[in-house]
């Protein structure tokens, strides 16, 4: 059992960044292939970023070059830092843990997850 909570989430001005985290309950954090989802309201849930447990990461292709995925074994800790942040980044981020070995990037792979945390990104 893994239990997630996120934070970091707030109100930012576009271009302006944000850096959130994701702490792990549990002893075996640096099993999981841990990943980043996103939910606009009214829009299905998508696939934002994942790291495996080897460090090996995946962005989505609106993510890459703006977004960073990084995990701390020793803290049960991932990250997700935003930057160039736009209004159409706006949605409720959630962390999840998967227990396969390599990154997938559908939603009803990932076995945990958080509650989310609000991300607003004014124009």
């Known amino acids: 059992q893994v239990q997630l909570v996120e934070s970091g989430g707030g109100l930012v001005q576009a271009g302006g960044s944000l850096r959130l985290s994701c702490a792990a309950s549990?002893?075996?954090?640096?099993?999981?292939?841990m990943g980043w989802f996103r939910q606009a309201p009214g829009k299905e849930r998508e696939f934002v970023a994942a790291?495996?447990?080897?460090?090996?990461?995946y962005y989505a292709d609106s993510m890459k070059g703006r977004f960073t995925i990084s995990r701390d074994n020793a803290k049960n800790t991932v990250y997700l830092q935003m930057n160039s942040l736009k209004p159409e980044d706006t949605a409720v981020y959630y962390c999840?843990?998967?227990?396969?070995?390599?990154?997938?990037?559908?939603?009803?792979?990932?076995?945990?997850w958080g509650q989310g945390t609000q991300v607003t990104v004014s124009s």
């Open positions: 999840a843990a998967d227990s396969f070995s390599y990154i997938r990037t559908l939603h009803y792979d990932y076995n945990y």
């Open positions: 549990g002893r075996t954090f640096s099993s999981y292939t």
């Open positions: 790291i495996s447990k080897s460090g090996g990461t």
